[in-house]
């Protein structure tokens, strides 16, 4: 895994109690709807001066395993470092192999039912189009300006499902990964959904 988060000042007691709550908020939620939750912590983790590069790594992962020891860092609590083969098992996060994101998508793919990949698809596809009809909206082109056509081809999927689904969904062919976190949409004929 390797994420590191150094915090360089004590915390105040404040916010070690929103980072508490905000944690048991995390955990306590359906994974597929967690997606504020993570944003609050991100926030908080934010100012509690925790390394942004790591941070963007257990938020983008929704790895609730390293975020907890990513708080005891940052409450100045001993962390044992994790070895390569460890994981985040015991915390329920979306890494358990600790081999990195595309490991642990794999890892739990079969975890991920139907209905939430077709809620997904559904999503992405719903954001996907309204992107394109906000762009089409802007004045100076667009469908009534006639300076032609500019498709949006991909985007970063909501964070609204952990990035596991996506990752599912790329796997079953429904979405394409674009790089840098970008997805694109495959277009089946004959699909089922």
Known sequence: MGYRAHVATPLQP???KELDAALAKLESTD????GPHWG????LLLKAKVDPQALIRIVGARDVAELKRALARAKGEEVPEVAAGEGGAGGGGAD???AGSSASSAA???DIEL???QDALRMFRKRLKL?????????GHGPMSGTGQHRIQSMVPPRDFPIAVWEALARMGKL???GDGFYSLIEQTGAHW
Request: proline share 9%; net charge positive; charged share 20%.
């Open 14 to 16: 404040q916010l070690v």
């Open 31 to 34: 994974p597929a709807a967690a």
């Open 40 to 43: 609050a912590m991100h926030k």
């Open 96 to 98: 358990s192999t600790g």
């Open 108 to 110: 739990h793919a079969p």
């Open 115 to 117: 209905p939430v990949l």
């Open 131 to 139: 992107m394109q009809l906000d762009a089409d909206s802007k004045i």
């Open 176 to 178: 394409r990964r674009e």
